[in-house]
């Protein structure tokens, strides 16, 4: 079945912890990036990757890491988390470049930092 | 900043009517998609529009692009509670695709 699996789907943790969610897709999809999703801000880009080794940011970077080391798998790692990263997460795939074609999206990962 | 603003910001309807939701957005584009989300779960394509396109149409679903108004419609007909959703517009800004911004969504909920 085609997916877009991230993990965790819910994490409680505390300020400065790092922490990596993870995100893989088995489409052998080009295109992948993460969003946070806020109440009435809708979703933001976090961060984005158009192919292995290429990441570019999106509209809120700050506080996020990614990597791009394989086609499937796009980790967001926040290095230092604070409480305003508090948020649901998605990952995203796409076969285009972006927005030329679907996305499909993960289930989301709730993140709650204290 | 935001590129696509929809309207309204939520809608309440009667099951059987028609729903239409708009999107508006700053800069040209290539392309406009549409994305529903049920509630905490991850959103889902609905349609993609192009910029050559005017109109289209996916089962009960109709999107109409404006580009010379930078705006974008989304028409719902005959709804049933199972479109109870969040529904959010979807486009790249200068003409790029990589760089993707989404409205705040309109919350859309159908009344027995």
């Known amino acids: 079945e085609a997916q877009v699996t991230q993990n965790p789907r819910y994490l409680i943790t505390v300020t400065g912890k790092k922490l990596t969610v993870t995100c893989s897709q088995n489409m052998n999809h080009e295109y ?55 948020s649901l997460y998605f990952c995203a795939s796409s076969p285009g470049t972006g927005n030329n074609q679907p996305q499909h999206f993960g289930d989301g990962t709730r993140l709650s930092i204290l | 900043s935001q590129q696509g603003e929809e309207d309204p910001q939520a809608l309440s309807i009667q099951e059987g009517e028609n729903a239409t939701m708009n999107c508006s957005y700053k800069t040209s584009i290539n392309n406009l998609q549409w994305y529903r989300q049920n ?74």
């Open chain 1, 32 to 86: 992948m990036s993460w969003y946070r999703q806020d109440p009435g801000l809708g979703l933001r880009q976090i961060y984005y990757s158009m192919n292995v080794e290429v990441t570019d940011k999106g509209d809120v970077p700050e506080g996020y890491k990614v990597s791009r080391k394989e086609k499937r798998n796009f980790p967001l790692i926040l290095e230092s988390p604070s409480p305003n990263q508090t």
């Open chain 2, 39 to 112: 509630s905490g779960r991850g959103l889902v394509h609905l349609i993609l529009i192009r910029s050559n396109e005017r109109e289209k149409h996916s089962g009960r679903l109709r999107v109409t692009l404006d580009t010379s108004k930078k705006s974008s419609s989304l028409l719902i007909t005959a709804s049933r509670a199972a479109d109870t959703a969040s529904y959010f517009c979807a486009t790249a800004p200068g003409g790029r695709d990589d760089k993707i911004i989404f409205g705040k969504g309109t919350r859309l909920h159908i009344l027995p």
